[in-house]
């Protein structure tokens, strides 16, 4: 019998890595069509740049001929004038003011014009964007419901909100007088600054890989060092390196040419050595040197070596899941019921769910419309979240043990957390103190930790998305936003709460994993404080103070020098330099001073007590959360044959 049942267990085990190659091969599929489609569209739009053309209509006014409004030519803005009013325009906006020289001006050269009447409506409250202007001409009342908010006049940026994601314009703009405006939509600008990012970063790559104490490097790492690259531009004649100077600086030449001399003793010249040109470099030993930024560099170099040891899972973790996916696997919809609503969203709600041949194993169901899914074509975002909860197997984030489907809507059997809501507690309680912040900082580290080492990114880390246990511990819920992006890779997609988005992210120059600890660094400021540290009054001024940095905020005195250091190293404006995303990995933040005799191996095994423990009485004790209506709002039953994947 003993045989048998090793036969059985290897049989079971053989079928799991099946089904989980299975999923690596859907993934990477996903992720090829991905990157074939984004390929597509920049080889699109770059032919498009080349053969675009420029009319005259009736009126006099230049018209672009093509697909969209970003088929534009440098020659629309014909004018010195007009260059040179929206090039002001541009660099003394909040927002645009961020962007590199290149982007602002490649941006002039693909916004196209438009005139409008007077008493024409340019915004409309309430509706849709998805375009940013520059008034060159004229005047526009900008007004919110019946009340008038101010007057724009020429030389000015508006509406550029829309052009970072699709939103609701919060304002209505009219033309005082007849106007003239240029524009450009969402897709030309973020087509932009993603084509000017991946240009600027392969060619980085390029020059990376022709220097030889760099060949030995994984491309993981040469992709950090290239994000760390300035460029710095020397005049005919200037000296960059002095001899018997000390040095910290590596350089590549990118254009020109670099006279090379050596001067043997004071009373001699110069003899002249070499000439270096494009792709030459000098300088490199000066990394290996110890000084500030030369201990900088070397703390960027390898910083993923410590995360393998971290894919490891016992025979014994293996054997109770394997136990777990036969248990759910053979389970369907009729084995449930529902107990209560713990949570409503816009499309979705959250019910307590048990098990009516089991009465003390309870579950949360999430429950999704799936009509709304479809009309909003978020299909490939729910299956992105289903493979990475049944991938995310930590004691740190909630499980998602099975999924179901019927005419209407998607389930997600989900573990029950009846400790309730952080957001919950810190709202009742105003902040935190240290070790109570330090305890939940830790849980969410080692669940960061957990993701991040299998190429996960989270994307919207706070307070409301973590939740309690019935011991206390803090877990990690809704993957909405979370992305399988693999090691050393990137994203470009804008998503997040907006007080908790990096700056990377806003100015769309590609993001990574180190978005996530600078999401953490926020979270820290705001458990101790009790908000966070970047707000304003609507989303755009949130993110225009966001990219003034971490330095121009005031900490209130009730966060500690230490806890204040942690926050400014994890907030870093360059994610290469942010703690976390270093040599070290987040060992950098585990050994930070601010943690200094916190009891990791004790969180790891749920040993550590927590400084709250909730009180929950059983499986169907749902005290601990705020009380939610039912959705009684019922969509109508789905098509089949427009839900093209399995759930």
Not at 343 to 355: A, R, T
Not at 477 to 485: L, P, S
Request: hydrophobic content about 35%.
């Amino acid at each position: 019998m003993g045989t048998l049942r090793d036969l059985q267990f290897a049989l079971q085990t053989k079928i799991e890595e099946l089904r989980q190659r299975d999923a690596l091969i859907d993934e990477l599929e996903l992720e090829l069509d991905s990157k074939d489609d984004l390929i597509r569209q920049l080889q699109g739009e770059l032919d498009r740049l080349r053969t675009a053309s420029v009319s005259l209509n009736p009126s006099g006014t230049a018209e672009v001929t093509g697909d969209n409004m970003f088929d534009c030519v440098p020659s629309l803005c014909a004018h010195p004038r007009s260059r040179e009013l929206i090039q002001k325009a541009l660099l003394e906006n909040d927002f645009m003011k961020h962007l590199e020289a290149s982007q602002i001006l490649t941006i002039m050269d693909c916004m196209y014009p438009t005139t409008l009447a007077q008493g024409c409506c340019v915004i409309q409250e309430g509706d849709d964007g998805s375009t940013v202007y520059v008034l060159e001409e004229g005047s526009v009342e900008v007004t919110k419901g019946e009340q008038k908010l101010c007057t724009i006049e020429p030389g000015k940026v508006f509406g550029e909100l829309a052009i970072l994601y699709n939103c609701t314009r919060t304002a209505t703009v009219t033309a005082l007088t007849d106007i003239k405006l240029w524009a450009i939509d969402r897709q030309g600008f973020q087509t932009i600054m993603m084509r000017t990012g991946l240009l600027k970063h392969s060619n980085y790559m390029e020059f990376l890989r022709s220097v030889p104490s760099f060949k030995t490097l994984t491309e993981d790492v040469l992709s950090k060092v290239a994000d760390v690259l300035e460029e710095t531009h020397y005049s005919d004649g200037d000296y960059i390196i002095r001899q018997g100077a000390t040095g910290d600086t590596f350089f590549i030449i990118s254009e020109g040419q670099v006279r090379v001399t050596q001067q043997k003793s004071a009373s001699e010249e110069p003899v002249f050595l070499s000439t270096l040109s494009r792709g030459d470099w000098f300088g490199e030993q000066n990394l290996y040197k110890h000084n500030i930024r030369s201990q900088s560099f070397k703390q960027l170099i390898g910083g993923l070596d410590n995360m393998s040891n971290k894919m490891y899972e016992s025979e014994e973790v293996k054997a109770r899941l394997e136990a777990e996916a036969a248990f759910f696997s053979n389970m369907s919809l009729s084995d449930v019921r529902v107990i209560c609503t713990l949570g409503v969203g816009g499309f979705s709600h959250v019910e307590l769910v048990q098990l009516k041949n089991d009465h003390s194993r309870s579950f949360a169901m999430k429950v999704l419309k799936k009509r709304h899914i479809l009309d909003t074509s978020q299909q490939g975002h729910i299956l992105s979240e289903r493979r990475i909860m049944m991938e995310a197997h930590s004691t740190f984030t909630v499980r998602l043990y099975r999924t179901f489907r019927d005419s209407k809507y998607l389930y997600m059997l989900l573990e029950a957390c009846l400790g309730g809501e952080l957001w919950t507690l810190l709202r009742d309680r105003g902040s935190f103190d240290d070790g109570t912040t330090r305890f939940y900082a830790g849980c969410v580290v080692e669940a960061l930790a957990f993701l991040h080492c299998r190429g996960i990114i989270y994307r919207d880390l706070k307070p409301e998305n973590i939740i309690l246990d019935h011991r206390g511990y803090a877990k990690l819920v809704d993957f909405g936003f979370a992305k399988k992006i693999g090691l050393g890779k990137k994203t470009w997609t804008f998503c997040g709460t907006p007080e908790y988005v990096a700056p990377e992210i806003i100015l769309n120059k590609g993001h990574d994993v180190s978005a996530d600890y600078w999401s953490l660094g926020i979270l820290i400021f705001e458990l101790l404080s009790g908000s966070p540290p970047f707000s304003g009054s609507d989303p755009m001024k949130t993110y225009n103070i966001i990219l003034r940095g971490i330095d121009m905020v005031e900490f209130p005195k009730k966060i500690t020098k230490s806890a204040a250091n942690l926050i400014k190293r994890l907030c870093r404006d360059n994610p290469s330099e942010r703690l976390g995303n270093q040599k070290n990995g987040v060992k950098d933040i585990q050994k930070h001073k601010w943690f200094e005799g916190f009891n990791w191996d004790g969180i790891r095994e749920g040993t550590l007590t927590p400084p709250f423990i909730p009180n929950v009485e059983g499986p169907l004790d749902t005290s601990n959360f705020d009380c939610f209506p039912e959705d009684t709002d019922e969509p109508p039953p789905d098509e089949e044959s427009g839900w093209d994947f399995e759930f």
